[in-house]
């Protein structure tokens, strides 16, 4: 009897345990991606006022207004934000540096405190380029998509940003989902 009772009493436990865990939820816990990226209206650095003459602009607003990007969120556990970047119409073989910023203060023409490095890639043929970046701190991050000259040039020339257009990142609500105000 008493094995039969011990054996009874394991099952029961099993049970219990297992029935705890089949109620709790499994994926992320916030998830923008596909049609509802956390942003995807990036804007060409030629376009926003006071750059017309930047960089490659060459007094053309319209340049670089064909490249396009989002940014995926998933926040895989409470505080941590796993951000996927993917850009198109870029030069296929060129190089390309992400770069990020979170001062929160207003952009300031030529003051390029606060940036940091997400990433280089070199776009593929098709025109496309991916990065990646996890951060615990989302709040008031901004992004500049730049053009290197060669593979080892460190800042390049930017493309597309939300930075300096004030498109920065915030959390929405307590879930941690993102948006940009305005946007």
Not at 92 to 98: C, E, H, Q, T
Not at 105 to 122: E, M, Q, R, Y
Not at 135 to 163: H, K, M, Q, W
Request: aromatic content about 10%.
């Amino acid at each position: 009897m008493p094995r039969l009772m011990l054996a009874t009493m394991l099952t029961v436990l099993v049970a219990v345990a297992g029935a705890g865990t089949a109620g709790a939820k499994k994926g992320p816990i916030t998830q923008q991606n596909g049609k509802t990226p956390a942003f995807k209206d990036f804007t060409s650095i030629c376009a926003v006022p006071g750059y017309v003459n930047y960089g490659n602009c060459n007094g053309d607003p319209t340049t670089y207004t064909d490249v396009t990007g989002r940014i995926n969120a998933v926040q895989a556990k409470a505080g941590i934000w796993n951000l996927g970047f993917s850009f198109t119409h870029l030069q296929p073989g060129r190089s390309y540096k992400l770069w990020g910023n979170r001062t929160g203060s207003t952009p300031v023409s030529g003051d390029i405190d606060g940036f940091f490095a997400i990433g280089t890639t070199v776009a593929a043929l098709d025109g496309t380029a991916k990065f990646s970046y996890r951060t615990s701190d989302v709040s008031n991050l901004g992004f500049d998509l730049n053009i290197l000259a060669d593979p080892d040039e460190n800042r390049g020339i930017t493309v597309v940003t939300s930075y300096w257009s004030s498109q920065a990142l915030q959390v929405l609500n307590p879930d941690g989902t993102l948006y940009v105000p305005g946007s």
